[in-house]
């Protein structure tokens, strides 16, 4: 099993950058099929990137395509979200998700989840 704790998040003005962090604690992290969320108030949780336990190409919701990108470091058991140019729409709670299975990951429905970490966008 995994357990997941996201840092990172803030306030940020339109235009700038963030990046989160996800660190795994647990057994088998080069194992897992990783994954971003976010949630904006009032709307479902969204997909916004994915990577594969081999570290093949990356997923990415087309909203964030060449804006955001995701990357792990095996040797931190840490998941990385790095966020550019930042919108008013990308205010969000993010969730990092980890699951065995990619069709879980595509499909929204991950085994583990973090407890979520607001980004707030001010325009």
């Known amino acids: 099993q995994l357990q997941l704790v996201e840092t990172g998040g803030g306030p940020v003005q339109a235009g700038g950058s963030l990046t989160l962090s996800c660190t795994a604690s647990g057994s088998g992290f080069t194992d897992y099929n990783l994954a971003w969320f976010r949630q904006a108030p009032g709307k479902e949780r969204e997909f916004v990137a994915a990577?594969?336990?081999?570290?093949?190409?990356?997923k990415y919701v087309h909203s964030v395509t060449g804006r955001f990108f995701i990357a792990k470091d095996n040797a931190r058991n840490t998941l990385y979200l790095r966020m550019n140019t930042l919108e008013f729409e990308d205010t969000a709670v993010y969730y990092c998700?980890?699951?065995?299975?990619?069709?879980?990951?595509?499909?929204?429905?991950?085994?583990?989840w973090g407890q979520g970490t607001q980004v707030t966008v001010s325009s």
């Open positions: 990577i594969d336990w081999a570290d093949t190409t990356p």
């Open positions: 998700a980890a699951d065995l299975n990619w069709g879980r990951i595509l499909g929204g429905k991950p085994n583990y």
